[in-house]
């Protein structure tokens, strides 16, 4: 079955750090961009992070631009966010999602999403 | 940077087509975009690619119940005989060179 498993997700403090990964199974990630994007509670949708299939191109929200790191093990069939100085207004849930193609496009596969809390 | 403008909610009769709009910001208006489904309590799903032109590539497994359409900057998704497992918040979304942005989304109400 083609699907996106995103884990990593927990309850962290203001200015604290946490690691999401995303799980590719069915497909080889390698030959698409891959995205991640956000929706805070009761909120709507927005994309966080981008990563073209070679890792050659990547962009960031200006929101999270200098604290969210962006990275990607095609071997290992994998697409990864790493979260620094984090937020109040990060919390959300994360969903792993892939472009339609190896280039920046459309997302046409989203994973279930993982649950991010930022409180002290 | 592109503006995507969605009306926050549409409503339909069990049945019916309701038609909805994305509205490309000014200097965007050729551009593709994506209508994506969320469900409530859900993930979202993608529907289809509508391109500028109006061709649209829907994603695996959507009824042709659903299409989009373009005219100038705007960009419709039609739904028709709509189904009471359609109520679900629709957004559109769209890309640059080095950014993405989506619609506020629009929450559709079937009646």
């Known amino acids: 079955e083609v699907q996106l498993v995103e884990s990593g997700g927990g309850l962290v403090k203001p200015g604290g750090s946490l690691r999401l990964s995303c799980e590719a199974s069915g497909f080889s990630i390698s030959s698409y961009s891959m995205n991640w994007v956000r929706q805070a509670p009761g909120k709507g949708l927005e994309w966080v992070s981008v990563?073209?299939?070679?890792?050659?191109?990547?962009y960031y929200a200006a929101s999270v631009k200098g604290r969210f790191t962006i990275s990607r093990d095609n071997a290992k069939n994998s697409l990864f966010l790493q979260m620094n100085s984090l937020r109040a207004e990060d919390a959300a849930v994360y969903y792993c999602?892939?472009?339609?193609?190896?280039?920046?496009?459309?997302?046409?596969?989203w994973g279930l999403g993982t649950l991010v809390s930022v409180s002290s | 940077q592109h503006v995507l403008t969605q009306s926050p909610s549409a409503s339909a009769s069990l049945g019916a087509s309701v038609t909805l709009t994305c509205t490309l910001s000014?200097?965007?208006?050729?551009?593709?975009i994506g209508w994506h489904q969320q469900q409530p309590g859900k993930a979202p799903r993608y529907l289809m690619k509508?391109?500028?032109?109006?061709?649209?590539i829907r994603g695996d497994g959507i009824p042709d119940r659903f299409s989009g359409s373009t005219s100038g900057a705007e960009r419709y998704l039609s739904i028709s005989s709509v189904q009471s497992e359609d109520e679900a918040d629709y957004y559109c979304q769209t890309w640059g060179t080095d950014y993405k942005v989506f619609g506020g989304g629009t929450k559709l109400t079937v009646l």
């Open positions: 000014s200097g965007h208006t050729s551009y593709a």
């Open positions: 990563i073209s299939s070679s890792s050659s191109h990547i």
């Open positions: 999602a892939r472009d339609r193609s190896g280039e920046i496009s459309v997302p046409d596969l």
């Open positions: 509508l391109n500028g032109d109006g061709a649209h």
